[in-house]
């Protein structure tokens, strides 16, 4: 049964008289109140956190998100910005005591600008992925970056928690597709960087600083994107396979032979069986299951290029020469190859149909991702018995979604309160022995704030802290979030 949080909220003061004041001058459109209407927006995607919020506030423009910030400031009521309310980490949810105001950039969804020359986009934060898409796609471009969410993540969101997605390996992630970005600050100045010049030479870059920050240095109202050409041809196929090393090692043979490859997913046999048992209409592309199995596509992005399918014809069955896997299906048509990729982008729908679990969204480096997939599995389940540990995603981006499903019959519940923290130190411990991050692509948000707090070198919680302190020294962007409490009350009062 779901919470309305929104409806037991006491109003303070100054948050009664900030939604007075936007109602009157932007209209009723700038400000929800309706409980009903909050109610979807003050818990995160995943159902793990709950919030409290007494009003939306909903900017149409970058001058009323000005308005609202200035105004918010000298009224010391904090705000949490908000886009498609998609974060994995806890990241967009309010606190639960009610304190701040949620700001929703959902209105800003204009495309500004779309320049063929430049091969750029001017996108509003609230623009949808899957629009984005489709914006470039009609002038014969394309946005690389894509995503499960793509049908309600938002542009904001995307840059403000650095996505990653499915095409990192070609084309990176936000950080090297964001050219330029427009925020508001906390002080109410409006950032103008959208200008994406190549050279740029007067210190810190401020976008950079933006990009991942979840909100808490800026609200990010409007971003410069890199465009690239439109996919003139591709071929996507499935290969099953015995270890992950046998992975890695058909990644580098595709390296060596093409830059036509823009993903290359791993999926073990565990998370494919919990697709093709609770998502309906899925079936798995081999003829048996495989220990485990990687989706490739490659794409080419000119006519006269070689055609992907001939590569991936070519190195699959050099592949398969060299003993790196036992099987494999090419996509014969667009319909089989988009049935693939619902696969993949199922698995975290059907471990949510399973049942609980805790998800770890890690990175350690690439050549010992395959080792660590293997035997983190394996000390998960000794050191939790009934556990079901097992890691899939982004191997040639040293990215994995390490999960580990709670035992067979657990109350949920119990297993979350009791069991879920244990495991997800133990899962970090083991990232952190082996040199890598808590999160690669996901951020910090709420639900690892205390783990790097534990875990995060000193000098890089110092810098967080300072930063912090210096743009936001009242705390009002998205409190809760990212930078641990103490990194900031212990030097704001040394």
Known sequence: MERNN????????????????????????????????????????RGRYWGAAPAIL??????????????????????????????????ATPPA??????LSLRRMKRIRELSLEDNKVVAEAGVILDDLHAAADAAGRRFPLSLGARGSATVGGLVSTNAGGTQVLRFGTMRRLV????????????????????????????????????????????????????????????????????ALRLLRVFEAETTQV??????????????????????NPLSRLHPWNVLIEACATSPIAESPRTVMERVLAAGFDDGLFDDAAIATSEAQANDF???????????????????????????????????????????????????????????VHFHVRAPVGADPAKWYAEQAPLVTAYVHDLVVASG??????????????????RLGPPARLSMLSAIKRAMDPAQLFNPGKLVPDWTYNDQANS
């Open 179 to 246: 050219a330029g970005i427009e925020a508001v600050l906390p002080n109410g100045q409006v950032y103008h960087g959208l200008s994406a010049l190549k050279k740029d030479n007067r210190g810190y870059d401020f976008n950079q600083l933006l990009i991942g920050g979840e909100g808490t240095l800026g609200v990010v109202t409007a971003a410069t994107l890199e465009l690239v050409p439109a996919v003139t041809d591709r071929c996507v196929a499935w290969v099953g396979m015995s270890s992950p090393e046998e």
């Open 97 to 102: 005591d009610g304190s701040a105001l949620i």
């Open 262 to 283: 823009e993903s290359f997913e791993i999926v073990p046999e565990d998370s494919l069986s919990l697709v093709l048992k609770h998502i309906p209409g899925t079936r």
């Open 341 to 399: 990729w619902r696969i993949r982008e199922s698995l975290s729908e059907a471990e949510k149909a399973r049942g609980p679990a805790t998800q770890h969204d890690i990175s350690v480096a690439i050549n010992l991702m395959p080792k660590f997939m293997v035997e983190a599995a394996a000390e998960l389940a000794a050191r939790f018995p009934g556990t079901e540990a097992s890691a899939f995603g982004h191997l040639g981006d040293g990215n």
């Open 6 to 45: 929104a409806s037991e909220t006491t109003v303070t003061p100054g948050q009664a008289q900030l939604v007075e004041e936007v109602l009157a001058r932007f209209g009723k459109a700038a400000a929800i109140v309706d409980p009903d209407m909050i109610a979807p927006w003050i818990r995160d995607w």
């Open 436 to 453: 890598g991050s808590i999160s690669a692509e996901h951020g910090i948000g709420q639900m690892k704030r205390e783990e790097l707090e």
């Open 58 to 91: 909903a900017p149409e423009n970058t001058a009323e998100v000005e308005a609202i910030v200035i105004r918010a400031g000298e009224l010391g009521v904090p705000l949490v910005p908000q886009g498609g309310n998609t974060s994995m980490v806890g990241g």
